[in-house]
Each structure stands twice: as structure tokens, then as C-alpha cells.
């Protein structure tokens, strides 16, 4: 009895620390990412106030770096900048790590200038975790749609003048979609 009473409590204790999760509906696939409250509080309530307005619904992922990371939620299809909240705090020493799968705030060289572009990592990028410097704040993880960041990983790339960036992928990426799923 004690050990299945030790069960329930790890379980209840596990499905407590579960953060909210966001569906992004994509051009190649659907993607569901768990969001970590505990450890980056003020960067998931602004990646949540973007996702509830539904301002990112439309966007691009305008950068991509095979072997490195994913970019979007800043422009529309049309390359236009999207506007922006203030910047919210960078939150890079919560312990959370650059690995791959997981989602973080894209940022100037400026540590507190994220707004609403965010990555999610191909690989492990530990180079932009905090060190000395502040580094980029990881703010979550895909928990499935894997196969849908393979795709979008083989996408070719070219130079896009409005972006001034060889990076853009050659066939659009489009965020069709990103809700909150129900219960969170």
C-alpha cells in the first residue's frame, strides 16, 4: 500500500510540473512544444500572449540553419516585420539547455530584446546557453512533430534580399496555426 501510495504522489507530483502546451500548425507538419514555466516564467507568458492573440497565426519560419536552428514568428509570408510587445527578460541561466527539440527567444545582441521571434534547436547548440554572458533563453520542448523538424531541415535555402539573408527557405514555412491546446 505505502509503495502505490509513493506511486500516485510521483505521479500526481509529475503531472503538476507538466507546463501548458502549444500546437504550431505548419506548412509541413503539425508540432506540439511543452512550455516550462517554472524555469522561464516571463519568457512563456510573452510566447503565450503572441500564441493567444493569434498574431503568429500566418508567419513565417524566415531562417533556417540545418544542423543549427529554426527560425520564425516574425514576419509574414510577404517578408513584412510583424509588430512587436516590449522585450521581455532573459531568463538564458534557468538551467535549461540549447538541445535539440527544444524551443527558445530569439534576441539582438541585446540579452533583453527577444519580443516574438522564437527557434527551436536541430541540434545540440550548447554555445548559446549562459555562460559568463547571458545566452538565449530556452523556454520549452517539442514533445512530437519531431519528424516535421526533419522536414523542415531538408528545405533547401537561398538568398533572400528583403531579408538581406542566404538562410530563408526556398519554399515558404508557414505557421498555419498555433493554439494553446485545451487544459492549459
Known sequence: MKNILILLAGL????????????LVTSLGTL?????????????????????DGSYAGSIFHR???????QGGGFTADYE?????????????NGLSNSTGTIAMARTQDPHSA????????????SLDGGRRAGYTVFGKVVKGEEVLHRMAAVPTGMNLQLRSREVPEQPIILEQVR????E
Open 81 to 93: 516585420r510583424l509588430p512587436t510587445r516590449d522585450p521581455v527578460q532573459n531568463e538564458s541561466g
Open 12 to 23: 500526481l507530483s509529475a503531472t503538476a510540473l507538466a507546463g501548458p502546451r502549444v500546437e
Open 64 to 70: 533556417l540553419i540545418p544542423g543549427f536552428v529554426v
Open 32 to 52: 506540439e512544444v511543452e512550455l516550462n514555466e517554472q524555469a522561464a516564467p516571463k519568457t512563456v507568458a510573452n510566447f503565450l500572449s503572441y500564441v493567444d
Open 115 to 126: 519580443t516574438r521571434q522564437f527557434y527551436i534547436n536541430l541540434a545540440d547548440n550548447t
Open 180 to 183: 494553446r491546446l485545451p487544459g
